[in-house]
C-alpha cells in the first residue's frame, strides 16, 4: 500500500525507486525494475549508475512532454534515448517541474570505497539527491550517499534514506542522519535488490527517533 500524506501519495517501486502522486500528476524517482504505474509527468534521476538511469525503465513510462531532470552526468544517455523534455540540473539549483518545487541537494561518498582513496559516489561527479514540494509536503529523496553535512539543516516532512551501506548509508548511517534533520516521517530505500535486506530496514527503524514506515514493494 502507498503511504499518503495528506493528499500526496507515496509508492515504493522497489530499490530507490518511488511514485509520488498528486493531483493526478506522477512523479517518478529514479525508476528501475519498476511495474509501472501510469504515464510519468516528470521523472527524477540521482545519478548515472544503471540502476538509476535505466533506459529499459525510462520507456515504459516516458511519454513526449514528460520532463526528465537529472544531473549533468546522465546527458549523453538520455540524449540516446531521445525521449521527453530534458533538463539538467547541479547540486544547489531549484526550479519549477510540473507543479512541483524541486531542490537539488549533493549526493556523495565520504566512506564507501571502491578502491583505496576512490569512493563509489565521488563528489566531483555531482550526483544529487532531491527535494520535491507538492501539496505543501516537503519530500527528500537522497539517492546515493553517505550522511554529509549538507542533510544537516535540512527541512522534510518525508524523507526517503538508502539503508544498505556498501554503496550507501548503513542502517545505523541512515539512523543517525534522520535524528539529526528530523523529517517527520522517514522511509528506508535501497534494499531488497542488488544490497541490503528487509533487516537493514527493520535496523533502522529500530534506532531512528522520528516515525519510520517501512513500505512494500509496489
Known amino acids: ?35 509501472p504505474k501510469g504515464a510519468a ?57 510540473k507543479n512541483a518545487k524541486i531542490e537539488t541537494i549533493p549526493a556523495y561518498n565520504i566512506n564507501k570505497f571502491r578502491a583505496p582513496g576512490v569512493v563509489y559516489h565521488p563528489i566531483e561527479q555531482g550526483g544529487v539527491g532531491y527535494i520535491i514540494e507538492v501539496g505543501g509536503i516537503r519530500i527528500y529523496h537522497a539517492g546515493d550517499t553517505d550522511f554529509i553535512p549538507e542533510m544537516r539543516n535540512l527541512e522534510v516532512d518525508v524523507a526517503l534514506v538508502p539503508v544498505s551501506g556498501t554503496f550507501v ?32 530496514a527493520e535496523t533502522f527503524k529500530k534506532l531512528a527517533e522520528v516515525d519510520v514506515v517501512i513500505l512494500e514493494k509496489e
Do not use: Q
Not at 506522477?26 to 528501475?32: T, V
Not at 544517455?77 to 547541479?90: D, H, T
Open 169 to 200: 548509508m548503513t542502517a545505523e548511517e541512515a539512523a543517525d542522519a534522520v535524528n539529526t534533520f528530523k523529517p517527520k516521517v522517514a522511509i528506508p530505500m535501497h534494499f531488497g535488490s542488488i544490497v541490503g535486506s528487509r533487516s537493514d
Open 1 to 35: 500500500m502507498p503511504f499518503r500524506f495528506d493528499d500526496v501519495e507515496i509508492s515504493w517501486l522497489g530499490h530507490a525507486a518511488f511514485l509520488i502522486t498528486h493531483e493526478d500528476t506522477r512523479y517518478y524517482l529514479d525508476p528501475f525494475k519498476i511495474k
Open 41 to 97: 509527468d516528470a521523472v527524477l534521476i540521482t545519478h548515472e549508475h544503471f540502476d538509476h538511469l535505466s533506459i529499459e525503465d525510462l520507456r515504459k513510462i516516458v511519454k513526449p512532454e514528460t520532463e526528465i531532470v537529472a544531473p549533468e552526468s546522465c546527458k549523453e544517455n538520455l540524449r540516446a534515448f531521445g525521449m521527453g523534455i530534458v533538463r539538467l540540473v547541479k547540486p544547489g539549483e531549484s526550479l519549477e517541474v
